[in-house]
């Protein structure tokens, strides 16, 4: 099994340890999560910390067998300003990592799409009122980060009965700086247009494809993903979606390769590796 750079006491010890640095810093917790680390505040995209869906499946056809170590138990995280969901699938809206979380941080912010009100109450067991709710071209500011929600393709664009977006990325602007986490997605007509106005600094993209035989919607290969940052502008990307599950995984070969092949700068991590947003260069 993989085993994260850093994990549980020494990942805390790094967390906190550049809580005053400038700029700003993440960790990748694998699968689609990230930490964000600004001016003392601290924001989670989309974790999966547990172990849920390899129980879930463990006696299916579909078995989600874990590639990585858990990076960090979620009751550990009691410094939570906000927290995101993307959309309602488990590694993106998990209630055996989000009610831990809610648990110790009860002042914190948590971040939905608007459509998928009813369902995160029901899963997490909270009061509807309790999330904010974001929509596709709608914005939101938190603790001084501005919030804008912009459709992703999950494989296709759904919305619901009102035509709210059931799956939505983030574009995040604090400081000068502008993040953007698309959660999982595929390219669709129009989204690069959606998100070159952002002048997106780092785009986190998911990169594990779309394998018909897994019977999972699927995401962006590797080059698509390159081409996604390279087309919007933006001038780092990092990847995710990855080495979390063996049978909805992928190499980041393609990936790097396209993005040397586009000059388009890029990062790769490891499971609880930081990444200083001072420190893009080729």
């Known amino acids: 099994m993989i ?5 549980h006491a020494a990942l805390l010890a790094d967390i906190h340890a550049h809580t005053s640095d400038p700029g700003f810093r993440l960790w990748w917790l694998g699968q689609s999560g990230f930490l964000l680390q600004w001016q003392g505040r601290h924001v989670l995209l989309d974790p999966y910390l547990s172990d849920s869906l390899t129980r879930k ?23 939570v300003d906000i927290v995101t969901s993307s959309h309602n699938h488990t590694d993106h809206l998990d209630a055996e990592t989000l009610g831990p979380i809610l648990a110790r941080n009860p002042s ?10 009813a369902f995160v109450a029901d899963r997490l067991k909270i009061d509807p009122a309790k999330p904010i709710g974001l929509d596709d071209g709608g914005s939101v500011e938190i603790a001084g980060i501005r919030f804008s929600g912009v459709a992703s393709a999950h494989d296709s664009v759904e919305r619901d009965e009102q035509g709210s977006a059931t799956f939505l990325g983030y574009v995040l602007e604090f400081g000068g700086w502008s993040l953007y986490h698309s959660g999982d997605t595929v390219r669709y007509d129009g989204m690069a247009e959606k998100l070159r106005p952002f002048a997106v600094d780092v785009a986190l993209l998911p990169i594990n494809g779309r394998a018909p035989e897994r019977r999972v919607p699927g995401n962006l290969f590797g080059a698509e993903a390159a081409q996604l940052a390279h087309d919007i502008g933006a001038k780092m990307v990092i990847p995710c979606h990855y080495e979390m599950f063996r049978f909805n995984t992928a190499s980041t070969d393609e990936f790097a390769e396209t993005c040397r092949r586009l000059s388009q700068s890029f ?4 499971c609880g590796e930081r990444f200083n947003a001072g420190r893009m260069v080729d």
């Open 3 to 7: 085993q994260p750079v850093q994990a």
């Open 57 to 79: 499946y463990a006696a299916t056809d579909k078995p989600h067998v874990r590639m990585t170590e858990l990076v960090i138990d979620p009751a550990q995280l009691g410094f």
């Open 108 to 117: 914190v912010k948590l971040l939905i799409p608007e459509a998928n009100r």
């Open 267 to 270: 990062r790769i991590l490891r």
